[in-house]
């Protein structure tokens, strides 16, 4: 417990774009709750407190630790595995420290592609060719920086983690539900879930809560959203050929995407118990297609120009290849 | 009026003259635009491709190259001589299944600055594009003289139904294409069993017994079913049996007197063109007597001859035959 | 052990014809190479991607799927689907790095047995021209090799 | 990292058996050393024992596992040894003895799937490992079930009236238990109907077939649909529920004394296509033949001048009891059956795709089922042979065979019956005229009881046989003395030299060929055919009239090309199978089957057009997926689609299967 009696609360953002933490702030007036439960002893976006602030701590003194990002070089590692000493509840925050989510794409290339794409292509001035490197010395001294995995990893591959809260960003009337939860066990209201269960979101999938009518699946084509020139206001998307992910997504989100006449691209993960997410969803179109004929399915599947943006675009980190070959076979620039 | 790439043949220009000016009457009539492929060259018959494979095919597929160079929005290769027709086909047949045969053909082009990329081409023999392009109705309302009172023994040969690769006529044994075309002419075609069998082809010059035995067969086969003549889609055909046809009674103490011309020929008196201009008269076998039959009563047949069985139309139904079938539904 | 490389194939086979055909090869001592090993399902129908992603993230370097010939699954019509899913699972390997030659949908009926033992020697030999796979296996791929390469600077650890 | 303890937290107890199958296996597979491997490397699963054993399957092994499970309370069991479609049943048996749930067992193949297919013993023994191993990781995840059992309804239906259908629905009935029978024909009799004399006992056919149609047609058990179709059918083994469309006889068979003066008087004659073969006429009211069974008429639509011109009605008007009724309508009847028995025959080759042999073209050329009712007393000319001007008889008659069968450009198979139709026809034509006969046959079969003495007998009655392949038939005469006459010429391969035979008559000893509608007819009863359309049976040579799909049987031609005899031995077959089914009153069906987790399902119906059996059902009002565990036939299709992994499935779960590919996959994870 802090000096002030209040629990302490933290919030830490590895690989990720900044989103969640955007997300909490999103839930209005539910900020100041935390401020009145909890003492944010540790937030790099909000509050200006070091690495070392949190190594001085106790262990287990932090009682809640938000963690967003995924794993992607050395000092993400370092941090998960110093706030996992330190707090007791630590919860994957998000898509990226859940799955991997978008930076998890990354995945797909090796170091090398990466830090070609980075430093030697046109988006980049970079005359003299500068490489970059874990350690340079300086006239004031040697600096070092991390160093980038082969490959990004979600927070479970590194540490434990007690809960997971799914989204891209999680919506916040379920991260307010959460924060209401966590007061309440506080307040000895309520007690935790089992730990290393999914919190902040349903039981079943998106179509569950998805307002559109469903009918027996038969897909002749597959195609864009504005490739339709007038959608059907109240039909189930993938009805009308275009490629949803709601049927394999976690619920949760309150369909918030179909309800507007855009796809589910499964930010919210796979539903409970479910290994592959991408698995899930080649499975459930490739078997409503309505054609027997090798060739002619090969068309309809021209529907679908790229596989592993549509069925892995936020879990490849987290799915059983968790990554392409090229991430691993030929990362040389680690070995100079 | 659609145009095809023509092929002619050196036939139509010699022994085949007949066939060749009865096609452009014809040709007029049906509205056939056929756009003759300059700087044409032999076919090589029956003859060359036995003796030496690659120059044969080498020599055809010149053609088929010249073709593809002046496609005039056409696909289609349209020869009238059977032979042509079969050679080209074969050459654009044997290029497509045999890649090796293709490269030295092509090889061999290139001396002349020419290629052909097999099976960019339909080739066609000539009653194909009547029948299927052109169309029965279209023939039967163009004629303003039908042939009532002759009967004709239509006889195709071998090299059109054989081996027929891709398939386009009704049997390859008994095709009724031309029978078809005849009944619509007006003219009654005689149910003639030997109407693919072989005419004997190029064997005249190498074993005239031979040649003599298949004509006397094709000549015996239109007289025994009272056929006033018979008529022919191949300038080989009619040769062999119009010119060898005196011989033929020689050899074997016979009279037959057939006159053998082309359908077209036959077409063209149908849609009233003046004979004169249809090749009548280059006949060996003199056409006269039998079109001076068209327009009679065809009179009862004094029973001289043994007549076959004919099906009467008493005693057991006969088993319907899958045109038809077709016709009844 | 000779040093050439031997491929795992894993091999889905449908309870009523691949997997009878199999058993056919036994019983005709039809020989085929021991590269790989057969899982038996009720139905190609069954199949279910997950399988496959399974197998290539444990180890197997082929994988082949077999079923009833179109129009004679003892389901009527499921093997279609099989192929559907099949179809689809390609792609999304091919774009995940993972060579076409690896993944193989063949048909057997119950009595093509040495039929079968034909697909899995042309598997085999395909896929020892492909070399090995071998994806890695995450646990402690991460540990060793990074830390030796970075030295943590002592400020920071402090 | 699929961990291992169960659903009770410790881990299973497991008992691994490797069989040496005398040398089968132990041959090429060292077993002792797998059985070492497993004892020391699977330990950590639970492997309490590992033993192998000479013969697992004999009684002294069974017991082996049976102890060990009393001593050792064992809690899963894995055998290596043969195929699971051997002796899974067996090693079942033996854990339900003691105790154990027989489907916490699990046979693993090392003999057809290692032993006898590969030569290297170190591979064979590292692949039996790795096998075993897999079992195990999927044992663990075994559940405990119990067979379903169901219940057998005691009604039969038979597909098909000819002579296999007859014998089976004798069989049933004369049990004792109801039979359907379906017939799409006016009546009863099949193919075997038209013949005249059957060989080899030159029977006649009606004589010996009749009796069989009359007893069908009285027979207390038996319910006779003829003018009908199956149109659907649904539910499975012990409870089909068959749709019938009963088609519009329009006579009242209450009122019918079927005295046929309504086939005197009517009008429209018509050419009888399917029982006179083409050859003969019949009326627009008509029964095929005089013996039909049932003996009401029917009216043929098409050709009724009442129907198509709405005049005439001669057949109301003369009917004495005016059974005529024009206004009937197709009726639907739906029957409850517990097993279906398909014998709906053979059709015959269509002899005008040999163009070369002339039949359609040329008059006097005959296909076998012409000539049956040529030669048939109650046939068009009254059993007198002629030809097709309906006078002349034949002084010389050429018999085809293989037409159309053992050919390349038709059928591969031989077509069995027609070397014994030719020589029968050869025997009547010798008989009834006296005519010279050559037969043209390439190989003689003559395979089953009796028939090779009639070939002796025909060839002693003089028949020319010639053996070549006829090459063409033609009537273009070429030679003195071939005029007016049909020309056969044919390569004599026995005097080596091309012969032309001019004959009168030519018989087409045509082949059988599968219905037309025969993948429809799979279909409908959800069974295969092979790809010209025999229906498949379960074993070609231990099982032939049964089929993959529980409680449906096949009988007779619709198999295969067969001879009577076969086909009424397979209708009795077919039927004795069924009585067992009856008798034992209830059928355990493998408990294989889907369940959805209505929790998880989203309703988002992807699975709801996978089951060709209808078992998924969506409830609107829930808007949840639900699988009818009687349809399910445990395909596993729906399984593998849901999207939401809300539907498993036992036998086959997703984790028993996962934990089998670590297993497979565990000797190379080092």
């Given at each position: 417990m802090s000096i002030n009696g209040k629990p302490k609360f933290a919030m830490y953002w590895a690989a990720s774009c900044g989103g969640c933490e955007i997300a909490v702030l999103n839930t209005h007036e539910k900020i100041l709750d935390i401020d009145t439960n909890f003492e944010v002893v540790f937030w790099p976006i909000a509050m200006d407190a070091k690495y070392n602030d949190v190594k001085a701590m106790e262990d287990k003194s932090i009682l809640l630790t938000l963690f967003n990002g995924g794993i992607r070089n050395t000092e993400n590692e370092e941090v998960a595995n110093l706030l996992r000493r330190k707090s007791q509840i630590l919860v994957a925050f998000g898509s990226c420290a859940s799955e991997g989510c978008i930076p998890g794409l990354a995945n797909l290339s090796s170091l090398s592609d990466i830090f070609n794409a980075s430093y030697q292509s046109a988006s980049t001035v970079n005359p003299d060719n500068v490489a970059p490197k874990t350690s340079v010395s300086v006239p004031e001294g040697e600096i070092h920086i991390p160093a980038m995995f082969p490959a990004l990893r979600p927070l479970d591959q590194v540490v434990s983690v007690d809960y997971y809260m799914p989204g891209c960003p999680p919506e916040s009337h379920q991260i307010s539900r959460v924060i209401d939860l966590v007061i309440k066990v506080i307040s000895k209201e309520a007690d935790l879930p089992p730990i290393g269960s999914v919190i902040g979101a349903g039981e079943s999938t998106v179509c569950d809560e998805c307002p559109r009518h469903r009918d027996v699946k038969t897909i002749k084509q597959f195609v864009r959203v504005q490739d339709i020139d007038k959608i059907n206001a109240d039909l189930c998307l993938l009805e009308q050929g275009i490629p949803c992910n709601g049927p394999a997504s976690r619920s949760g989100c309150g369909a918030l995407c179909p309800k507007s006449g855009a796809q589910c691209i499964g930010c919210y993960g796979p539903a409970e118990g479910v290994l592959d997410f991408g698995a899930r969803m080649i499975t459930a179109l490739a078997s409503v297609i309505e054609s027997n004929e090798p060739s002619e399915i090969e068309r309809i599947l021209e529907g679908i120009p790229d596989p592993v943006g549509q069925f892995y675009r936020f879990n490849l980190a987290n799915s059983l290849l968790r990554t392409g070959t090229a991430a691993w076979r030929n990362n040389a620039s680690l070995k100079e | 009026?659609?145009?095809?790439?023509?092929?002619?043949?050196?036939?139509?220009?010699?022994?085949?003259?007949?066939?060749?000016?009865?096609?452009?009457?014809?040709?007029?009539?049906?509205?056939?635009?056929?756009?003759?492929?300059?700087?044409?060259?032999?076919?090589?018959?029956?003859?060359?491709?036995?003796?030496?494979?690659?120059?044969?095919?080498?020599?055809?597929?010149?053609?088929?190259?010249?073709?593809?160079?002046?496609?005039?929005?056409?696909?289609?290769?349209?020869?009238?001589?059977?032979?042509?027709?079969?050679?080209?086909a074969k050459a654009d047949h044997y290029m497509l299944?045999?890649?090796?045969?293709?490269?030295?053909?092509?090889?061999?082009?290139q001396a002349g600055n020419l290629f052909y990329k097999p099976g960019s081409l339909e080739i066609r023999h000539l009653l194909d594009i009547l029948i299927n392009d052109v169309g029965l109705e279209e023939?039967?309302?163009?004629?303003?003289?039908?042939?009532?009172?002759?009967?004709?023994?239509?006889?195709?040969?071998?090299?059109?139904?054989?081996?027929?690769?891709?398939?386009r006529w009704s049997d390859h044994e008994h095709p009724d294409e031309l029978d078809r075309l005849l009944s619509a002419l007006g003219a009654e075609a005689i149910d003639f069993p030997l109407k693919t069998h072989c005419c004997g082809g190029h064997m005249p010059q190498i074993s005239p017994s031979t040649a003599f035995e298949l004509i006397r067969r094709l000549l015996h086969g239109a007289d025994l079913y009272e056929a006033d003549l018979l008529v022919t889609v191949c300038p080989m055909c009619q040769m062999n049996l119009d010119a060898f046809q005196a011989e033929t009674n020689r050899y074997f103490h016979t009279n037959y007197k057939i006159p053998i011309i082309f359908f077209t020929q036959l077409m063209g008196l149908a849609f009233g063109e003046d004979p004169k201009e249809l090749g009548f008269g280059r006949e060996l076998v003199s056409t006269e007597f039998a079109l001076s039959r068209i327009g009679l009563e065809i009179p009862e047949p004094d029973g001289s001859k043994v007549q076959p069985k004919r099906?009467?139309?008493?005693?057991?139904?006969?088993?319907?035959?899958?045109?038809?079938?077709?016709?009844?539904? | 052990m000779s040093d050439a490389f031997e491929p795992i194939i894993i091999g889905f086979t449908c309870n009523w014809c691949s997997y009878r055909a199999a058993d056919l090869a036994g019983t005709a001592r039809v020989k085929y190479p021991a590269n790989i090993r057969l899982i038996r399902l009720m139905c190609s129908g069954r199949i279910d991607p997950t399988f496959v992603l399974k197998a290539f993230a444990s180890g197997a370097d082929g994988v082949l799927i077999t079923g009833c010939h179109p129009g004679e699954c003892h389901y009527i019509e499921q093997n279609y689907k099989a192929l559907r899913r099949y179809l689809l699972l390609k792609r999304s390997l091919t774009q995940l790095g993972i060579e076409a030659g690896r993944v193989k949908l063949v048909w057997a009926s119950a009595a093509e047995g040495v039929r079968l033992a034909d697909e899995i020697t042309k598997m085999v030999e395909q896929v020892k021209t492909l070399g090995p796979l071998n994806w890695p296996k995450w646990e402690g791929f991460f540990d060793d090799e990074i830390h030796s390469l970075v030295e943590i600077p002592e400020e920071v650890s402090a | 990292m699929t961990n291992f303890t169960t659903s009770n937290g410790n881990k299973e107890r497991i008992g691994v058996y490797v069989c040496h199958c005398g040398s089968n296996i132990a041959g090429t597979v060292n077993v002792e050393e797998v059985a070492a491997w497993v004892r020391t490397e699977l330990e950590g699963l639970g492997v309490l024992i590992s033993r192998d054993y000479k013969f697992m399957c004999s009684s002294l092994g069974q017991e082996l596992i049976q102890n060990d499970i009393k001593e050792l309370g064992l809690t899963r069991i894995v055998v290596g040894a043969c195929s699971p479609h051997l002796h899974e049943q067996t090693f079942r048996t033996a854990c339900r003895r003691a105790e154990l749930n027989p489907y916490l067992c699990e046979l693993v193949s090392i003999r057809e799937q290692i032993s006898w297919v590969h030569t290297d013993k170190d591979q064979a023994t590292e692949k039996s490992k790795a096998v075993i191993a897999g079992g195990v990781y999927r044992v663990v995840h075994h559940q405990p079930l119990e067979p379903l059992h169901v219940p057998i309804h005691p009604a039969t239906l038979v597909v098909g009236g000819g002579i296999a259908g007859i014998q089976a629905a004798l069989e049933l009935a004369d049990a004792g238990y109801p039979v359907y029978i379906v017939e799409r024909e006016p009546s009863i009799g099949g193919h075997m109907a038209q013949f005249d004399k059957t060989f080899p006992t030159l029977d006649c056919a009606a004589c010996i077939l009749t009796p069989k149609m009359v007893s069908v047609g009285s027979h207390p058990n038996i319910t006779l649909l003829t003018w009908s179709e199956v149109r659907q059918v649904e539910g499975y083994v012990g409870n089909f529920t068959v749709t019938i469309q009963k088609k519009a006889r329009y006579v009242n068979d209450e009122f019918c004394t079927g005295c046929a003066i309504c086939q005197e008087k009517c009008p429209k004659k018509v050419i009888d296509e399917i029982y006179e073969a083409g050859l003969g006429y019949r009326k627009a009211i008509y029964t095929p033949f005089p013996q039909a069974v049932p003996k009401y008429p029917v009216i043929d639509r098409q050709n009724c001048i009442y129907f198509q011109k709405g005049t005439c009605k001669a057949c109301e008007k003369f009917c004495p009891t005016n059974a005529i009724d024009f206004t009937q309508e197709d009726e639907l009847v739906t029957v409850n059956v517990g097993n279906i028995i398909l014998a709906t025959g053979y059709d015959l080759f269509d002899a005008r795709r040999v163009s070369q042999y002339g039949y359609g073209r040329l008059a006097n050329v005959f296909t076998s089922l012409e000539f049956e009712r040529l030669s048939n007393a109650a046939g068009p000319t009254n059993g007198?042979?002629?030809?097709?001007?309906?006078?002349?008889?034949?002084?010389?008659?050429?018999?085809?065979?293989?037409?159309?069968?053992?050919?390349?450009?038709?059928?591969?198979?031989?077509?069995v019956i027609c070397c014994?139709?030719?020589?029968?026809?050869?025997?009547?034509?010798?008989?009834?005229?006296g005519a010279t006969v050559y037969n043209f046959y390439i190989d003689m079969r003559t395979a089953y009881k009796a028939y090779d003495e009639f070939y002796q007998r025909v060839l002693e009655e003089g028949t020319l046989f010639v053996r070549g392949k006829v090459a063409e038939i033609t009537d273009a005469a070429r030679l003195p003395g071939e005029e007016g006459k049909l020309i056969i010429q044919v390569e004599d391969t026995l005097a080596g030299k091309q012969?032309?035979?001019?004959?009168?008559?030519?018989?087409?000893?045509?082949?059988?060929?599968?219905?037309?509608d025969a993948k429809d007819l799979a279909k409908l009863f959800g069974?295969?055919?092979?790809?010209?359309?025999?229906?498949?049976?379960?074993?070609?040579?231990?099982?032939?009239?049964?089929?993959?799909?529980?409680?449906i049987f096949i009988a007779g031609s619709v198999q295969g090309p067969k001879d009577i005899p076969t086909s009424v031995a397979q209708g009795a077959a077919a039927a004795a199978r069924v009585l067992g089914r009856i008798q034992q009153g209830e059928i355990a069906i493998e408990p294989i089957l889907a369940s959805v987790d209505a929790e998880k399902c989203s309703g988002c119906r992807i699975c709801n057009g996978l089951c060709p059996y209808n078992a998924i059902v969506f409830h609107d009002d829930r808007n949840v997926t639900e699988i009818n565990p009687a349809l399910c036939q445990g395909c596993g299709t729906c399984i593998a689609a849901c999207p939401a992994g809300a539907i498993s499935g036992t036998g086959f779960s997703d984790t028993q299967i996962l934990a089998q590919i670590d297993g497979l996959l565990l000797l190379n994870a080092e």
């Open positions: - | 009026m659609t145009s095809y790439l023509f092929y002619p043949g050196c036939s139509m220009e010699t022994s085949a003259k007949a066939y060749y000016e009865s096609l452009i009457a014809v040709k007029k009539t049906l509205g056939l635009d056929l756009v003759e492929i300059d700087d044409w060259n032999c076919c090589g018959a029956t003859e060359y491709l036995g003796i030496n494979l690659i120059p044969a095919y080498a020599l055809i597929s010149r053609n088929l190259a010249l073709a593809t160079q002046q496609a005039n929005g056409s696909r289609t290769v349209v020869a009238p001589c059977s032979a042509c027709y079969l050679n080209l299944e045999r890649p090796e045969l293709g490269e030295k053909v092509n090889l061999a082009l023939i039967k309302s163009k004629v303003k003289k039908p042939l009532r009172g002759i009967k004709v023994a239509p006889y195709l040969g071998c090299m059109v139904p054989r081996p027929d690769y891709k398939k099906a009467k139309k008493t005693g057991l139904p006969m088993p319907t035959m899958p045109a038809d079938e077709e016709a009844h539904k | - | 007198d042979i002629v030809l097709r001007d309906g006078v002349t008889v034949p002084k010389t008659v050429g018999i085809v065979h293989c037409v159309g069968s053992r050919d390349r450009n038709f059928n591969n198979y031989c077509s014994m139709q030719g020589l029968k026809f050869a025997h009547i034509v010798h008989e009834r005229t012969r032309r035979i001019p004959v009168d008559m030519v018989i087409l000893s045509s082949g059988l060929e599968p219905r037309s069974i295969s055919c092979s790809a010209d359309g025999w229906l498949i049976e379960k074993h070609p040579k231990l099982d032939p009239v049964a089929t993959m799909t529980e409680g």
